[in-house]
């Protein structure tokens, strides 16, 4: 059984709002970073996910965190991406 597109926009989603859990200062640290990792979708199936935190182009200073979730069995995939500014 694949793991549906929904399954895999929710779990980007659940795994984006974790990426941006972090504060500013530990944000400004990792950045540029990216990893990757095996998980386990709510169906049972093992999804790779990828994590990463970039320099975004504009604004200028702000990180663009993304996140990809994907069944290599099935080939597809669903992403994920927040822009986050500097404090002021």
Known sequence: M?????ELSAM????LDQACGLIWPELVKI???????VGTA??????EIERRYLWALSPEGA????VEVRD???????????????PR
């Open 63 to 66: 990180i663009a965190v993304e």
């Open 72 to 86: 290599p069995g099935a080939r597809t995939g669903a992403e994920a991406r927040a822009l986050i500014t500097p």
């Open 31 to 37: 950045t540029p970073w990216g990893d990757s990792f």
């Open 2 to 6: 694949a793991v549906s597109d929904d």
């Open 12 to 15: 980007a989603i659940e795994e």
């Open 42 to 47: 709510p169906s049972g199936r093992e999804v």
